[in-house]
């Protein structure tokens, strides 16, 4: 995406609880003379800023034009994840535009290079077996926020239909009770005008 300096854009990504987050990107700067965006930009660094869903911050921290940066959810729920360039100029001439490339992976773990790089085939085998272990324990946690997302939905939409119902049985009966009182009403005209 695309962003000015010292201007802060911000994702939101939903996290289940005890899932760790890992955040790679890189920050490309236009350049006027030639109108292209450079491969990188020195100088240049980002303030990342981890937000939980209850407003504590998780992750405070500056890095540099490319970095990567990690952090574990302790809570279920939407994880506001932002970015700022720590440039220093002032505001009124920061008008050069940024590209920042950012993948975030939700649910990964650290691999040990060093066993990965083992030339025993079993090693191999055991760390991609503990890998998938590992993903399977990752997607049956997504599953059980989900669902828990689902029953919290459900109940809310129970609650509103009763809600509802409830409404509609308020205005028949106020509805009844104003046209019970106008009949009244209009007899007790007629017989007071003796038309009746």
């Known amino acids: 995406f695309h962003s000015g300096e010292r201007e802060e854009k911000c994702i939101i990504e939903d996290i289940p609880s005890d899932t760790l987050v890992i955040g790679n990107y890189k920050v490309q700067r236009w350049d006027m003379h030639r109108q292209e965006f450079l491969e990188s930009a020195p ?12 407003g504590e911050v ?3 921290k500056l890095y540099g034009p490319q970095g990567t940066f990690s952090f574990t959810s302790y809570l279920s729920g939407e994880h506001a994840i932002c970015l700022q360039s720590n440039s220093t100029r002032f505001v009124a001439f920061a008008g050069s535009k940024l590209r920042i490339h950012l993948d975030i992976r939700v649910g990964e773990h650290f691999l040990d ?3 990965v790089q083992a030339k025993d085939k079993v090693n191999e085998v055991n760390v991609e077996l503990e890998h998938l272990i590992e993903q399977i324990h990752h997607i049956s946690k997504e599953q ?8 919290k939905f459900r109940k809310t939409s129970e609650e509103t239909n009763s809600n509802i119902l409830w409404w509609a049985v308020v205005q028949t009966l106020i509805l009844i009770s104003v046209g019970i009182w106008q009949i009244k009403s209009l007899r007790d005209f007629f017989i007071s005008k003796k038309l009746v």
């Open 43 to 54: 100088g240049l660094g980002m303030f990342v800023t981890v937000t939980a869903p209850n």
């Open 144 to 151: 059980n926020y989900e669902r828990e997302r689902e029953e």
């Open 113 to 115: 290079e060093s066993v």
């Open 58 to 60: 998780l992750l405070s």
